[in-house]
Nanobody
Framework: VQLQASGGGLVQAGGSLRLSCAAS????????MGWFRQAPGKEREFVSS????????YYVDSVKGRFTTSRDNAKNTAYLQMNSLKPEDTAVYYC????????????WGQGTQVTVSS
């Protein structure tokens, strides 16, 4: 699976951004698409994921109610809609793929910078 992330940028606190992650190279749907982020000086953390076949989603507590992840099977693209952004959401965001039955996120896209100003 090859992943291409896009959609980052600079936004004021309270604003919104939508990240996209286009997937190619795999035509079945037996994987999860995840979003991770890494802030300066911090470890990379899990943000959200979506099951490609069922659409089931998972979120870290700090983004619940503000972020929504989804996928468009026809476009082979996953999205992370981020609302009510806070300065602490500032980070490089990555999309990643994990096959069903695997515990490892083996496929990674390049990061996209999200900066939230106060």
């Amino acid at each position: 699976v090859q992943l291409q992330a896009s959609g980052g940028g600079l936004v004021q606190a309270g604003g919104s951004l939508r990240l996209s992650c286009a997937a190619s190279g795999r035509t079945d749907s037996r994987y999860y698409m995840g979003w991770f982020r890494q802030a300066p000086g911090k470890e990379r953390e899990f943000v959200s994921s979506v099951s490609w076949s069922t659409g089931t989603t998972y979120y870290v507590d700090s983004v619940k109610g503000r972020f929504t992840t989804s996928r468009d099977n026809a476009k082979n693209t996953a999205y992370l809609q981020m609302n009510s952004l806070k300065p602490e959401d500032t980070a490089v965001y990555y999309c990643a793929g994990r096959l069903y039955g695997s515990s490892n996120w083996n496929y990674w896209g390049q990061g996209t910078q999200v900066t939230v100003s106060s």
